[in-house]
């Protein structure tokens, strides 16, 4: 009895409080194991005078079956995510270096370069709109500029802005973020989302869970499946 709870208790130290101990990879495999030998001592156990029946045990080993064919499907599909995660970051690096245009859900980004240019905002809606506003705000939050557009189609879109605050003057370089809302005739809501845009200059890993981000040029990080488009930098 002693040796028998000394070796329980050595098993139960490595499983949970020892730090040094090789963590169990699969519980499916420790389920499909614990099952096998449930197995073995029912058999081993069982009443002579009553044994078994056959469906019973035809019936226990359908089970343990299924079980492993449950854990060999697990470990298929996690090596097709593996293999699926590989290939979005090998697709991921042939985007640097070229300019994508991405669903940004309820905000997008816009870069002034100081080069005179109009800034793109782009952006689609579910339904006509009467109205449309986009709010500017700087990289600290503040708002910078607020511009009331009006009518546009449903649909995608897009607006170009000067890159000027609300007093007409020229902001500074750097990186702004814009929202929108859009309302229709009643001055009900419409449903939109805006899409911003940028050059990739490089790719990365997401810690928490494995999926493939890019990183633009104004420092935007952006999952890649939220791109909608890639084209070359013109």
Do not use: C
């Not at 019973?56 to 492993?68: G, K, P, V």
């Not at 697709?91 to 940004?104: N, R, T």
């Not at 506003?133 to 009518?151: H, K, P, Q, S």
């Amino acid at each position: 009895m002693t040796m028998f709870n000394s070796t329980v208790g050595i098993v139960e130290g490595a499983s949970y409080s020892d730090p040094f101990a090789v963590p169990v990879k699969n519980k499916d495999d420790v389920s499909k194991d614990a099952f096998l030998l449930l197995l073995v001592e029912q058999l081993k156990n069982q009443d002579p005078l009553e044994p078994m029946s056959g469906t019973d045990f035809t019936a226990q080993l359908a089970q343990f079956s299924s079980l492993e064919q449950q854990t060999s499907m697990n470990d298929n599909l996690m090596l097709l995510q593996d293999y699926s995660a590989t290939l979005n970051r090998l697709s991921a690096l042939d985007m640097i270096g070229k300019a994508v245009e991405f669903d940004g859900g309820g905000s997008g980004s816009a870069t002034i370069n100081g080069d005179g240019q109009p800034i793109p905002l782009k952006f689609e809606l579910a339904d006509n709109a009467q109205e449309v506003v986009i709010d500017i705000y700087n990289d600290a939050g503040g708002r910078v500029a607020t511009l009331e557009l009006g009518y546009y189609d449903l649909g995608p879109q897009s607006f170009n802005w000067n890159g000027k605050d609300a007093d007409g003057n020229a902001l500074a370089e750097g990186r702004y973020t814009f929202e929108m809302t859009a309302r229709d005739e009643l001055g009900q809501l419409v449903a939109s989302s805006v899409n911003g845009g940028g050059e990739v200059r490089g790719v990365e890993t997401d810690p928490k869970n494995g999926n493939t981000v890019l990183v633009l040029v104004d420092g935007t990080r952006v999952g890649i499946d939220q791109v909608l488009g890639v084209k070359a930098v013109s």
